[in-house]
């Protein structure tokens, strides 16, 4: 069975810094895309940044310059660095995965999330 645990979350103040990390466990082929997303109570869950298996990627307009994905092939982890954090990016963080299980069977995982609070 395959699980993503994420971790990293907490309390942080304006202006502070996370890292967040996300590890993909259990028997698969290989992982594809990987992602995170967030959720404030109240609100649709929305892209933050996601990464493909070559090393492209994207963000949300809202974090871009501030936050940084990367991933650890050898690991199957994707990590979220997150610099000069606002009150606003407070929210539940999820990393997603698009995960072959083998060739011809493909899912898209989801962790169970992580908590952000940011103070001002």
């Known amino acids: 069975q395959v699980q993503l645990v994420e971790s990293g979350g907490g309390l942080v103040q304006a202006g502070g810094s996370l890292r967040l990390s996300c590890a993909a466990s259990?028997?698969?082929?290989?992982?594809?895309?990987m992602g995170w997303y967030r959720q404030d109570p109240g609100k649709e869950r929305e892209l933050v940044a996601a990464?493909?298996?070559?090393?492209?990627?994207n963000y949300a307009d809202s974090v871009k310059g501030r936050f940084t994905i990367s991933r650890d092939n050898a690991k199957n982890t994707v990590y979220l660095q997150m610099n000069s954090l606002r009150p606003e990016d407070t929210a539940v963080y999820y990393c997603?995965?698009?995960?072959?299980?083998?060739?011809?069977?493909?899912?898209?995982?989801w962790g169970r999330g992580t908590q952000v609070t940011v103070s001002s």
């Open positions: 259990g028997s698969f082929w290989r992982i594809n895309d």
């Open positions: 990464i493909t298996s070559d090393g492209t990627t």
């Open positions: 997603n995965a698009d995960i072959f299980l083998r060739i011809s069977r493909r899912n898209l995982y």
